[in-house]
């Protein structure tokens, strides 16, 4: 693909079924560049907010509550 980009032929990809390199826009393939950049972007900002949000959980319990309470009154009981 970086041959066929380099002797100018701008819209060459690969065609994922026969794995050769062809052009994408006779092919009726167009995704346009921000498509992609969004989608990437949207994906890692939704993965960075999850994390933050599961260690706010982490951080803090429930206010009044040991960890006694959060498990139960028995505690652990008999964990091995």
Same mark, same amino acid.
């Given at each position: 693909?970086?041959?066929?980009?380099?002797?100018?032929? =701008?819209? %060459?990809?690969?065609?994922?079924?026969?794995?050769? $390199?062809?052009?994408?826009?006779?092919? #009726? !393939? &167009?995704?346009?560049?921000?498509?992609? =950049?969004? %989608?990437?972007?949207?994906?890692?900002?939704?993965? $960075?907010?999850?994390?933050?949000?599961? #260690? !706010? &959980?982490?951080?803090?319990?429930?206010?009044?509550?040991?960890?006694?309470?959060?498990?139960?009154?028995?505690?652990?009981?008999?964990?091995?």
């Amino acid at each position: 693909m970086r041959k066929s980009h380099k002797a100018g032929k =701008k819209h %060459a990809g690969v065609n994922v079924f026969t794995g050769q $390199v062809e052009d994408m826009l006779a092919n #009726d !393939v &167009i995704e346009p560049f921000r498509v992609g =950049k969004q %989608a990437i972007s949207s994906a890692t900002d939704a993965a $960075v907010m999850i994390l933050r949000i599961d #260690d !706010v &959980i982490a951080s803090k319990g429930t206010p009044g509550m040991s960890s006694k309470d959060m498990v139960g009154k028995e505690g652990l009981g008999d964990v091995d």
